[in-house]
C-alpha cells in the first residue's frame, strides 16, 4: 500500500489555501497542521479544511505536528527562517513559494542547510503544468524546431513576481542546460517600495552551456501581448530554432492565451490559459512521487530554481557592475540594495 504523507501548511492567504486544497483532495496526503499569523485566516482556513491543530507560529507547529512535508507560502520578504524551521523539525521535503529569495546570501544559506540535511525542496513554478505550457514542450522535445538557438521569457509583470517564472520555463525549454553568464539591464524605482520589491524593468540576457542564448524580460518596459486581456498573465515564453519556434502565452480563462507555432510542418496554434485548479493537484501529485521514488525528481525541483534565481541575481549584478556577470554565484552585497543604490 503507497504511503501517506503528513502536509504542514504555513501562511494561508491566496497561495497558502489553494496549497492546502489541492492536498486535502489528495488521498497521498493528510493536513495534519495549518499556520498563519493572522487568527482569523487561521481559523478560516482550520474550518474549511477540517484540520484541528492549528498555531500562529510556524515553528511551534512544525515540533508539534511533524510533518512528512512542509509547506509555506509566505511573501518574498520569509524564506530562510522558515527553512531552518523545516530543516530543524527533520521534515522529508519542504515546499515553497516563488521567488526561492530576496538575495544570493539568502539562497546559498537556505541551500546549505536543506543539502546538509538531505531535505528535499520544491519551488511552485506550477504554470508548467497548463497543458498549452505542455505543448509547446511537447513540440522542441519532438525536434519540430531544429537545433534550438534561443529561448526567451517576457512578462509585464515585475521582477520579484514573475522573473522566477520566466526563466524556469524558458530553461525548461531549454532541457535546463546550466546558465554560464548573464548581463542584464535595468530602470525605474518605483516598485522597490512593493512588497514584492524590484525594479520597474529588468532584462537579462543568459548564456546557457548548450550555446543556447536566453532572453529574458520583466517588468512595466517588457513587451506587451495584446492577445491576452489580463495583465499578470500577459507572459509569451518560447523558443526558436533553425527550423520554426513555438511560444506559450500564459492567458486567463476568457480572456486569450494559448500556443503557437511555426515549423516545417505548418503553422499551428491551440488555446490555453493559467489556471490553478488544474496546476496544483499535479504539482502536488509530484511532490508524492519524489518521496516515494528518489528517481522520480519533482519537476519543480527546488535545485533547477535556486539555478534560476541565480539568473536573476546575476542580472541585477551585472546591472550594478555594467558587464557581464559568470555563474554560479558566491555571496555579495545583496543584491536589490545594490541595485536600488544605482538606479536611484
Ligand atoms: N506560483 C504562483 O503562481 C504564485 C501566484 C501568486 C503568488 N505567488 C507567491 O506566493 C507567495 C505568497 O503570496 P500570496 O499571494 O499567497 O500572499 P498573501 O499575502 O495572500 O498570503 C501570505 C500569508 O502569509 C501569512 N504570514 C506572514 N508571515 C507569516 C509567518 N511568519 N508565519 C505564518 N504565516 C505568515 C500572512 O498573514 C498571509 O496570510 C509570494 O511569494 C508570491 O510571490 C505565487
Known sequence: MSATYTVAVAGLGKRGVHHADAVARNARFKLVGLCDIDPARLDEAKKKFGVGYGSTDAAQMLKETKPDV????????????????????????IAYEKPVATSMNEAIEMRKLTQAAGVKTVVSHQHRYGQHYQKVKEIIASGALGRVHTVYGTSIGWMMHMMSHMIDYASWYNDYSDPVWVAGQASGTEKFADVHASPDYIAAVVQYANGVRGYIECGADAPDVPEVDSMWHKCRIGAQGTEGFAEVLTGKEGKGGGWRAVTKNGVQSGPGFMDYAHDMPPYIQDIANWLDDPKKVHPCDGERAYKGLEVMMGAMRSVVARGKVKLPLGPAEPELEALKRVLS
Open 70 to 93: 512542509f509547506v509555506f507560502c509566505t511573501l518574498p520578504q520569509l524564506r530562510l527562517p522558515l527553512i531552518k524551521a523545516g530543516v530543524e523539525a527533520k521534515v522529508k521535503l
